[in-house]
């Protein structure tokens, strides 16, 4: 953490020094152009010279901790509007005035940054394993739980006494706690010992309850401890694992990704550093015609927008991108020095979503951004992904399938795609109801996100049935893979009226062998999962293409 610290204030006082640098250069050029202003007939391209310098000017020194000086070119800003307004020549008081603030911006020499920076978010890209501490008396509700988390990838430690997990809390802190109200051979309650350890802790773990009370008051206690989810015994441990699922997803999503279009560089660089110093990931686009390959290669969540640029406005840039479909939904964050309420307004209708003024502070870019991407990011999945399972639906599998053939054939990868269908689902539906059949597609659908690697793309392809999308994975592999998941899946225990039941898969595997129809190659693994299911189920088949007569 401090090491990443100093690296960032390094990086940002670096940009500051080459900051300074180019005002040494670039404002003497803007004492050459204002003494002309006496001397030019024709002075209007002139001030419109020196008023889009000065709208520069304003925006980015706040940035870079230079509050006077931005105070200064803004109100030069404004009178060059003004004169622009008036289509009258400045009269000569005027121009005196004028240079005189000038030469109070010149001689502006408080150079020292202040800003607070965020903390610095720290990224563990290696896949472990989820350790869950389990405080829980009653052998039968542990070892049930023990064994359904564990098929999912879990690591739990059970502990039936609470000074053996306070020793283990001393020892390691574990992903998640989960414990149980009723402790009969305790002193005190699992919340009240709970409530005392989260205080003595370095950190909130989170924490699920499970209990045989199903009233308010308990429901009322757990809250008060910080639990984030309560269970009633008999404990649905598939219902328990989706929350634990969901949260853990919820803390490793992936970070969210910023375009940021500015032709200033260095205020570019500054917002791209202080962003990713927050977590997120930035992608600087210096030149607006590059647009539309900056979206295809970054898929950004957000993308932040200078008003003024020479090539096209911020506006036309943004309504360029609304041509495309596919970037309709992307929130559009206008950036400026522009303060007039009316003239914002104007560059909001036009495409854009937001609009921040310049300067703007760290943690204001930061909170602005981050607000808007997460809520972008949430309407995107409640768009693309299936209610039930939160797997692709089955039009976005599709077209991510699509997308995936397109990109291996140019990497020269080989993509396996599997077709995956629980075996005797209707009979599990008409034996245990529909409610019981909905916990066997959902426990699937975890498993596959619990044990597939994060660029594996699943979807839910019918009611029971599953298309899965395996990057850069030979059909061998691929096998074993899902081999080793339907191993896991059929020694998961299912519960109805207090009997168990267990349930397994058949499935299909083809290769995209640089194959880019991707109804081709759904299709053969379609006829791969036919052979599996005809030759006794709970079974793999990878499709293998017809001989052709001699």
């Excluded at 300074?20 to 024709?42: A, C, G, K, S, V």
């Excluded at 914002?344 to 909170?367: H, M, R, S, W």
């Excluded at 808007?372 to 599709?398: C, F, P, Y």
Aim: proline share 4%; charged share 20%; with cysteine.
């Amino acid at each position: 953490m401090t090491n990443a610290k100093e690296k960032l204030e390094q990086q940002l006082a670096l940009l500051h020094q080459q900051y300074l640098d180019r005002l040494q250069q670039e404002l003497p050029l803007l004492q050459q152009q204002l003494d002309q202003l006496d001397n030019t007939p024709d002075w209007r391209p002139l001030v419109a010279k020196l008023l889009a310098s000065f709208h520069t000017l304003a925006g980015s020194a706040g940035t870079f901790g230079l509050h006077e000086l931005g105070q200064s070119a803004k109100a030069l800003e404004v009178q060059a509007k003004t004169w622009l307004a008036d289509h009258a020549a400045p009269a000569a008081e005027q121009i005196d005035s004028f240079r005189h603030i000038f030469s109070q911006l010149r001689q502006q020499k408080r150079l020292v940054v202040q800003q607070r920076l965020l903390p610095v978010a720290e990224k563990n890209t290696d896949k472990k394993q989820t350790l869950i501490y389990l405080l829980e008396d009653e052998g039968e509700t542990a070892r049930h739980l023990c064994l359904t988390l564990s098929t999912f990838g879990y690591v739990v430690e059970w502990f039936q006494q609470s000074h053996l997990l306070q020793t283990a809390l001393q020892r390691q802190l574990p992903d998640a706690l989960i414990i149980d109200i009723e402790l009969p051979e305790e002193i005190e309650s699992g919340l009240g010992f709970i409530e005392c350890m989260q205080q003595q802790l370095p950190e909130q773990v989170p924490l699920f309850v499970i209990s045989g009370h199903d009233d308010f008051s308990y429901y009322l206690k757990a809250v008060r401890s910080g639990a984030l989810g309560y269970f009633v015994k008999p404990v649905n441990a598939q219902a328990l694992e989706a929350r634990l699922q969901r949260l853990l997803a919820g803390r490793q999503r992936d970070a969210f990704r910023v375009l940021i279009v500015d032709d200033d560089q260095l205020l570019a660089k500054h917002y791209a550093l202080v962003l990713e110093t927050a977590g997120l990931r930035a992608e600087i686009l210096n030149n607006p015609a590059d647009i539309f390959a900056g979206l295809r290669k970054f898929h950004p969540d957000v993308i932040l927008l200078d008003v003024n640029m020479p090539q096209c406005t911020g506006p036309e840039l943004a309504q360029l991108i609304r041509l495309q479909d596919e970037w309709l939904g992307v929130p559009i964050i206008y950036l400026s020095s522009e303060t007039d309420s009316e003239r914002q307004l104007a560059v909001l209708i036009k495409a854009g979503d937001d609009f921040l003024t310049k300067p703007i502070t760290d943690n204001a870019l930061v909170v602005a951004i981050f607000a808007r991407a997460q809520r972008a990011r949430q309407l995107a999945e409640v768009m693309t992904k299936d209610s039930l399972t939160g797997l692709l639906q089955h039009a976005h599998i599709k077209e991510r399938l699509a997308a995936e053939l397109v990109r291996s054939e140019r990497a020269q990868q080989q993509v396996s795609v599997v077709m995956l269908d629980i075996d005797h689902f209707k009979k599990v539906n008409d034996s245990y109801g529909h409610l019981t059949g909905d916990q066997v597609i959902t426990s699937l659908a975890n498993l596959l996100k619990q044990q597939l690697r994060k660029t594996d793309m699943i979807g839910r392809y019918g009611g029971e049935e599953f298309l899965l999308v395996l990057p850069d994975c030979p059909v061998e592999k691929a096998f074993s893979v899902i081999d080793k998941l339907r191993e896991s899946f059929a020694g998961f225990p299912f519960s109805f009226d207090s009997q168990s039941f267990y349930c397994t898969f058949s499935a299909g595997i083809a290769s995209s062998n640089q194959q880019l129809q991707p109804d081709l190659v759904i299709e053969q693994a379609d006829q791969a999962l036919y052979q599996a299911k005809t030759g006794g189920r709970n079974q793999i088949k990878v499709f293998a293409a017809p001989v052709a007569d001699e």
